[in-house]
């Protein structure tokens, strides 16, 4: 069997399924019940100081 076929007949069966599955662990990562916070709180960043430039303690964190 040559090169490409062999890489092509991994491609299509094994490769295939690992993608999916790493695609589905991203997905379920990102759905967790603990990220609803984290991600809104990330959402929000520009917003955060609108009204007045932050202090240096708010700076940092």
Do not use: C
Not at 34 to 56: L, S
């Amino acid at each position: 069997m040559e090169t490409y076929s062999l890489l092509r007949e991994f491609a299509d069966s094994w490769m295939l399924l690992f993608l999916f599955l790493f695609f589905m662990a991203i997905v379920f990562w990102v759905f967790r019940p603990g990220a609803t916070k984290e991600y809104r709180d990330t959402a929000n960043i520009p917003f955060r100081h609108e009204d007045k430039p932050a202090t240096n303690e708010e700076a940092r964190t």
